[in-house]
């Protein structure tokens, strides 16, 4: 069964300091992997993606994420915070399994609080 | 190209009642799928789905159901309301069966309260 486990509810950093948002997953094959973001009020929005190929995967607004096949991790990354990258992230995963059961599975959120 | 809309934003019920929300994906985009977003359960998967067939179901009882029309929007309905139904219900539609390899993209919800 597939399952996405992100382990902290939340992460705090100064404005201007590395910011990583950690994601684990397991899948009986092959992953499709993805960040989203939820501001308040809003729906969730697509940052990056990792379909095969490089491990690092660069996204919307300065993100990263790095995809560790052996570790079977996903790390959300940015090099300098910003205030307005305050939000929800979300990590979600699907296999690459042709099954029709196959569904996307979210993580359970992790709240990214950056400081002035 | 216009977003995923959904109507109504905000619903208020009371208990026992039924609620229809409604969906209309991107343009060109056939596969919908419904979550529900509540603080302490998170994002759960409602169903899924393609070409006016039910793709896949999560785990909710038969009080909730869905469709989708010939033009792929989607409706979700929710009988005999609970307080616990209250919760804000997302909708994301992709381009294909699915979305494999797809990012979903999410409306901005409708919030549900249930008195």
């Known amino acids: 069964a597939q399952s996405v486990a992100q382990p902290e509810d939340q992460v705090n950093v100064a404005e201007g300091n590395p910011l990583t948002v950690k994601c684990t997953y397991s899948?009986?094959?092959?992953?499709?992997l993805f960040w989203y973001v939820q501001y308040p009020n809003r729906g969730l929005q697509f940052l990056l993606k990792?379909?095969?190929?490089?491990?690092l995967v660069k996204g919307s607004y300065g993100f990263e994420a790095e995809f560790n096949k052996s570790q079977t991790s996903f790390h959300l990354k940015k090099p300098s915070a910003l205030v307005s990258d305050s939000a929800l992230y979300f990590c979600?995963?699907?296999?690459?399994?042709?099954?029709?059961?196959?569904?996307?599975?979210f993580g359970s959120g992790t709240r990214l609080s950056i400081r002035p | 190209k216009a977003g995923v809309t959904q109507t109504p934003r905000y619903l208020i019920k009371t208990r026992g009642q039924q609620v229809t929300l409604s969906c209309s994906p991107i343009s060109g985009h056939r596969s919908v799928s419904w979550y529900q977003q509540t603080p302490g359960q998170g994002l759960q998967f409602l169903f899924e789905y393609f070409s006016e067939t039910q793709r896949n179901k999560g785990n909710f009882p038969g009080r909730f159901s869905g469709r989708q029309f010939s033009n792929s929007r989607s409706e979700m309905n929710v009988s005999t309301l609970e307080l616990g139904d209250s919760a804000l219900y997302l909708c994301a539609s992709s381009l294909e069966a699915g979305g494999r390899n797809q990012p979903q993209h999410f409306g901005d919800g409708t919030r549900l309260s249930i008195l």
């Open positions: 899948v009986s094959g092959n992953p499709y």
């Open positions: 979600a995963v699907r296999d690459t399994g042709r099954s029709s059961a196959s569904k996307i599975i």
């Open positions: 990792y379909i095969t190929g490089d491990n």
